[in-house]
């Protein structure tokens, strides 16, 4: 189980881990071992209430594809354990965010005050400026 929020969770069946060979450095080992892992997530066929698949689905993440599947590639650590123990948390993180609802903005007006205030700024300004100028004699 995946504790992600107190009251919201996953099951483990419900992601999908495949261990694959890390990028980058590593001397003679790093083509022998697959210590990297790769993280599926099916976002519709998940538990996940509703109202945070929409949240997660609608989010601007490349982590998420448009067939609505979460991928995430760990590969900072050099064992497989500690990998998949840092693409469960980013999945976690990724969800928790997702699960926050964000508040309704309410728009709001200026000051009849700090309008005024601005105004006689611009206008300040602008004489500032207009003195700038030739000189005649």
Avoid: C, W, Y
Avoid at 13 to 22: M, T, V
Avoid at 25 to 36: E, P, Y
Avoid at 69 to 84: D, G, L, P, S
Avoid at 118 to 137: F, W
């Amino acid at each position: 189980m995946l504790r992600i929020e107190p009251g919201l969770s996953l099951s483990e069946d419900e992601i999908e881990f495949s261990a694959i060979r890390a990028q980058g450095a590593g001397g003679q080992n790093v083509n022998k071992v697959s210590s990297a892992i790769h993280l599926r997530f099916d976002i519709r066929a998940s538990s996940l209430p509703e109202p945070v698949k929409e949240r997660l689905l609608a989010a601007s993440d490349r982590r998420v594809t448009s067939d609505g599947e979460v991928v995430i590639k760990a590969q900072r650590h050099r064992t497989q354990e500690k990998n998949r123990t840092d693409a469960l948390e980013r999945l976690a993180q990724l969800i928790r965010d997702a699960s926050h609802v964000p508040k309704n903005r309410r728009p709001t007006r200026p000051t009849r005050a700090s309008q005024k205030r601005r105004m006689d700024a611009k206008n300040r300004r602008g004489q500032v400026k207009a003195l700038r100028g030739k000189v005649q004699d």
